[in-house]
């Protein structure tokens, strides 16, 4: 029994890589290694390096494999950059996914688990978003993603047993084990600490917006809490349970960045002040969400605090200090 992971050697794909062998699933492994790395996988892992926009490669290994279903996982993930690169963005992340979708029709794939965002739903007008929150994505990341569950959602008509999922991730942070990091250069964590082990002061972007403390808000959650709900999801369709079309992998509660600047600073020992810079553009001010269905279904579980987010991610990162 195997399942293709695509984008597996990322730094989220190779946590639910893992989570997949634990359960006894073999996964395979598509990916470009754009931003993935080869030391990533686990030995033995079917690795296939490829782009998913190659359709008739996609299809070929979900049947070389008979692969059960998909978790969609590769793209284009910086959405702040997205406005600048709209239709790289929009390249990998719509046409990326409807190759994706074309291989599984191809192949008689019929389970799939896309990796959905927090983003779909812009500057929220609640304190803490659910499912049913209205979609207004800001940047042409959020949009590409709202795009997808789109896609995602159409293959059902035309495919009676079809079983798709989104899963809408928050800021995804921590490692599940030293030799996994996340090595992208726009994402939080490793800024900062890629800052700090050169001895330079972080810098937070906006400290102006309508948040108590004038930073942004954001739902952290830990990578392995997240990549075991991808398994659960994939479990769920396997064994015939009936999946809503969508679920938050929130907290409930948010951290703004100022206070993780401060957590960083806590648990590093590094005592530092971040410097304060301008707003980045596709930043909304606050977005956090209940994972309450997720809980019921696919077994979402908030089991590390902030200080363990820190600690983990700032171990692995140390892990691969030059």
Not at 22 to 43: E, N, R
Not at 153 to 159: E, Q
């Amino acid at each position: 029994m195997s399942w293709l992971v695509t984008g597996g050697a990322g730094y989220i794909g190779s946590h639910v890589v893992r989570a997949f062998q634990q359960t006894g699933i073999d996964p395979v492994v598509i990916d470009d290694l754009s931003s993935g790395h080869t030391s990533f996988l686990p030995h033995g892992v079917p690795f296939v390096r490829a782009s998913i926009l190659d359709t008739a490669l996609v299809q070929r290994t979900l049947t070389e494999y008979s692969c059960e279903g998909v978790v969609h996982v590769a793209g284009f993930k910086y959405a702040g950059v997205s406005v600048s690169r709209p239709l790289h963005t929009y390249n990998q992340n719509v046409t990326g996914t409807v190759s994706v979708l074309q291989a599984m029709q191809d192949a008689g794939v019929h389970r799939y688990v896309f990796s959905s965002s927090a983003s779909v739903y812009g500057t929220p007008d609640t304190e803490v978003v659910t499912e049913d929150s209205p979609l207004h994505p800001e940047s042409p990341y959020g949009q590409s993603k709202l795009i997808g569950e789109w896609l995602n959602a159409d293959m059902a008509p035309v495919d009676e047993a079809w079983q798709g999922v989104n899963l809408r991730y928050f800021n995804v942070v921590g490692s599940g084990s030293d030799d996994l990091y996340d090595t992208s250069p726009h994402n939080l964590f490793p800024i900062v600490f890629d800052m700090l082990l050169k001895g330079q002061t972080p810098r937070i972007n906006g400290d102006d917006y309508a948040t108590p403390d004038g930073t942004c808000v954001r739902d952290y959650v830990h990578v392995a809490d997240l990549a075991r709900s991808h398994v659960a999801a994939a479990e769920a369709m396997m064994n015939g349970s009936k999946l809503e079309s969508a679920y938050n992998l929130g907290s409930g509660e948010g951290s703004s960045v100022l206070q993780i600047m401060q957590a960083i600073a806590r648990v590093t020992g590094q005592d530092f002040t971040a410097d304060v810079g301008p707003r980045r553009p596709g930043d909304p001010a606050r977005i956090v969400a209940k994972g309450d269905m997720a809980a019921r279904d696919i077994d979402w579980q908030m089991r590390n605090s902030l200080d363990d987010m820190v600690a983990s991610a700032w171990s692995a990162r140390r892990a691969h200090q030059a």
